[in-house]
């Protein structure tokens, strides 16, 4: 790895605007802004494309060329020096859940935006291009699967799955991406012809308490916690709580709370990253005077590595086994299965080089959550960089990011970005 470059004092001492960015997220927050302070911007609904569009115009007004693809994943380009390198790129999402932040996700978009604005003003060219993407339906809360355009972007799934999935009112995402004119692009996969990156860099919010416990401002991510999801139905028989003696019940609610707690042992066994979590249960017939017949739960797995995710499982289907009883059934199925995914060496090496150029303490971590540059690692080389958000929320209204930790991001954003683009000869700095 070259960081020779990246030394350059007058490069070193490039930095963004902190005020600008802070007042393009506040414009791009009051696109779907709710009355307690959040967002609420879906994917593909009318407040997306106008989301959209200020991005746009914004990046028109930089000089990028912008191209969309067939899953309706923007592309804003700034040529460099040499056009024919692969471009370094960054980005995220401009949708949002529907109580959702003014952060997540828009802050990777426009942090991008910024570094090509601070490049633009400072009058400096880059070897490589550069581009900010924007990725199509990153929340998966309005159509399902999740991280929709970075999957296809990747091959994670086709395009004709992703243009199939249907909203709740039944409107697939085809339809939807007609509807706000950015339907019939070129392909969406890297597999079919859609450009690989020579680099991709994600700066988002941490939506997690680390950062902000240990008092540091950049978190350079060493890769993704794997997941696996499961459905877990425990069967047993319905029948009147007063009439039926405690002996010869087949209550379904026992050995499901015993394997809902064995969820939170086996996590715990699996320190630092490993994560159990039952986030949803129902009960069935869910009355005060039945014994109950059914509970469906669901378990949450994640891990650093897949050998720990498989001895999760298998603890989870021994704590099965040792539930065996006559009339009760414990059925587990797997329902999600996202494998870790290590970023590359070289790019968190140069997150953790320009957050030093920066002036700023830096911490690695692992990200919980799953991200656009998750998928876009399975196709170039990847890395992201984290700033805290207040107490650790998000997916909320109420998420928070202080000013100055949105512009140490950008900050470490840009040097990053250039340290991997390289500086034109003779460009001015
Ligand atoms: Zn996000």
Redesign the pocket.
Known sequence: MDLSNSSSPARAGLRIDGARLWQRLMAMARIGATPRGGVCRLALTDLDRQGRELFMQWARELGCTLRTDAIGNLFARRAGSDDSLPAVATG??LDTQPTGGKF??NYGVLAGLEVLATLAGAGVRTRAPLEVCVWTN?EGSRFVPVMMGSGVYAGAFSLEHALAAQDAQGTTVRQALAAIGQAGGPPSGVADGAPRFGAYFEA?IEQGPVLEDAGITIGAVTGALGQRWYDVTVTGMEAHAGPTPMALRRDALLPATVLMQRVNAIALAEQPHGRGTVGSVTVHPNSRNVIPGRVKFTVDFRHGDEAGLARMEAALHAAVAGLAAPGIDIQVEQVVHFPPQPFDAELVALVRHAAAQVGLPHLDVVSGAG?DAVYVARTAPAAMIFIPCKDGISHNEIEDALPEHITAGADVLLQAMLARAGVAEGAAV
Do not use: R
Request: zero cysteines.
């Open positions: 995220s999402h997540d996700g990153e988002h991200h």
